[in-house]
């Protein structure tokens, strides 16, 4: 079965470069959030989309922004990076907004240098 | 503010052994609540989920886990662990749409 599909897998990125971050939820799925896990924490959740909107906002840095395409594919892109930005993040994919059960992609591994 | 406590940051148990992983929630008369399993540099699996009914719930792997209203509490358990188990275990609460995730518990298992 197809799951979420998050690329890249890794990325390394100097201080105050950009990086973006691409997730291609499961199929028929119309909202995606997305998770940071900084080493040895619990993910924390940054922002989400349903059906091409923001739905919801956590604790995302103004440097960061993200939306949702017409294929419901999500970017993440994150500008003047810092080595706190250092980081697994997860993107999860659901049908619908609420009291679903989420499917996690693999994540993607940023470190900035 | 919502949180969930996982009050044990490490867990080592014998290969064979029996297993519990402790999770405790503070929001909702109706919680919405999961355990995830996060092997090393890996995403994370669901291994169960409680939304209503049967207060235990059967999950992949051989993994329970039971809702306790009274305690807060959704317990994880397995009669009998496997080498393989070896990972950490995030228990979460559906709030607001968004989880929110407990600080974690690593299991090491010993042969």
């Known amino acids: 079965a197809a799951g979420v599909i998050q690329s890249p897998r890794h990325l390394i990125k100097e201080k105050r470069e950009t990086a973006t971050l691409k997730c291609y939820p499961i199929?028929?799925?119309?909202?995606v959030y997305w998770y940071q896990q900084g080493p040895g924490q619990d993910p924390q959740f940054l922002i989400s989309f349903y059906e091409k909107m923001q739905s919801d906002k956590g604790s995302i840095p103004d440097r960061f922004s993200a939306q949702q395409f017409s294929d419901y594919h999500s970017e993440l892109n994150m500008s003047s990076l810092e080595l706190g930005d250092s980081a697994l993040y997860f993107c999860?994919?659901?049908?619908?907004?609420?009291?679903?059960?989420?499917?996690f992609g693999q994540g993607t591994r940023l470190t900035v240098v | 503010a919502q949180s969930v406590t996982q009050p044990d940051i490490h867990i080592t148990v014998s290969e064979g052994a029996s297993l519990e992983l402790r999770c405790n929630y503070s929001y909702g008369a109706t919680p919405y609540l999961f355990w995830y399993v996060q092997s090393p540099g890996q995403g994370l699996q669901l291994l169960l989920k409680?939304?209503?009914?049967?207060?235990l719930v059967q999950g992949i792997k051989g993994f329970e886990a039971e809702f306790k209203r009274s305690q807060s509490s959704f317990n994880l358990r397995k009669p009998s662990v496997h080498w393989s188990d070896a990972a950490e275990y995030f228990c979460a609460q559906e709030y607001g749409n968004k989880l929110v995730f407990g600080a974690g518990t690593i299991l090491r298992v010993k042969s």
């Open positions: 409680y939304f209503s009914g049967d207060t």
């Open positions: 999860a994919s659901t049908s619908g907004t609420g009291n679903t059960e989420a499917f």
């Open positions: 199929p028929r799925h119309d909202t």
